[in-house]
C-alpha cells in the first residue's frame, strides 16, 4: 500500500469520528425520548451540546498538536471518545447522556483538525489539494452510511447499540493510529504551548479579516447542509412520513453530493485554479438552493422522495468544490501556526453547526419550504461575504500596484 493511500485512509477515518457521532443515533430520537422519559427539546441538546463541546475543544487541538506533536493528540482524542461512547451507552437517564455527549464531542474533533494540519504537513500545492479532495469525499461516507446503521441497530438491537458500535470504531482507528500514524511534525518545528501566547494566536487570527471572511463564509455554507442534518428527524419520519429506517433518503443525495464531487474535484486539483473552485462551487450550490425552493413553493406541505431531496445532492456536490479551496486559502495566513488555523475554522463551523441545530432547527420545524428558506438564507450570507472578500482582494492588488 503506498504512503498516499495509507495517510489517505487513516486522516479520512479521523474525520469520520465527528459525523458518525452526530449521525447515527437520530434514527433513534423517538425511542431514546421514550426510554429515558424526557424530551423533545432536550434530545435535541444531545446534538447540539455534543457539538458546542466539539467546537470548543477544536479551538485547543490544533495548537496542542502544534507544541508537543500530531501523532499524541490524535490518539490522546481518541481514547476520551472511546470511553465517552461506552459510558453513552450505559446512560442510565438523559443527564448521564447529555454529559457522556458533552464528552464524546470533547473527543470526537481531534482526528479531524489535526488531520488538516497533518495534511499541510506531508503535502503541499496541488498534491495537498488532492488530498483534502480525497478525503472529503472518503469522509462523506459516514454521514451517508452512520443514519443507515444506525436505523438498522435500533431496530433490531436497540439505541444502545449505536454507541456500543461508536466504541468499537473508536477502539479500533486508536490501534490502527497507533501502528500506522507517522509523527508529521519534528520536534525542532514545534511552537512552545503558552496560554499567553494562544490567546495572542487566536487574537490574531480573529482580527485578521480576511482570513475570517473565509472562515466564516464556508461554515455558512456548510450551514445550509447542516440545516438538514440537524432537523434530519424531524424532515424524515415527520414531513416525509418514512421510517427509522429510512434515512438513507435524505443521507444518500445529501452525501453523494459529497462524494462525487470530490472525486471530480480532486481530477481537476491540477487544471484549476483556486478562484475557479470558488465560482464554480457557487454557481451549483446556487442551483441547488434555486432548485430546492421552486420544488417545496410547488409542492407545497405534500413534499415526497425523491423530489425532496434530490436538491440537496447538488448543494453538497458544489460545496465538495468549496471545501478545499477555501480550507487552504484560509491556512496559507498563517504558515507558521497550521494547527492553530485549522482550529479556528473548524471551532466556528461547528459552532454555527450547533447553533442552527439547538436554536435555529426548531424554528423551522413544520414544513420542507422552512427549511429550504433557511438553507437560501444562509447561502446569500456566504455569498455576501465571499463578494466582500474578492472587494477586498482587489483593492489590495490596486493598492500594491500603485506602491
Known sequence: MSFYFRMLLLLSALTMVGPLAIDAYLPSFRSIRADLGTTDVLMQQTLSLFLYAMAGMMLFYGTLSDA????????GSLVLYTLASIGAAFSPSIEWLLAFRVLQGLGSGGGGVVGRAVVRDLFHGPDAQRMMSHMTMVFGLAPALAPIMGGWLEVHLGWRWIFGASAVFGAL???LCWRYLPESLPEEKRQPFKASQLARG?????THLRFMLLVFLMA???AGFSLYVGSAAHFIMDLLHLEETDFGWMFIPLVGGLITGSALAARLATRLTRRRFVVLAYWITGLGVALNLGYNLWAGPAISVPWAVLPLFAYSFGLSFLTPSVTMAAMDYFP???GMAASMQSFVQMSVFATVAGFVVPLLFGSGLKLAIG?????GASLLLL???MALQAAQRRQDGQG
Open 68 to 75: 508537543f506533536g500530531r501523532r499524541k493528540v490524535i490518539l
Open 173 to 175: 482507528l486508536l490501534v
Open 202 to 206: 487566536y487574537l490574531s487570527s480573529v
Open 220 to 222: 455558512l455554507a456548510f
Open 336 to 338: 507558521r501556526n497550521q
Open 375 to 379: 438553507m437560501a438564507s444562509v447561502w
Open 387 to 389: 463578494w466582500t472578500f
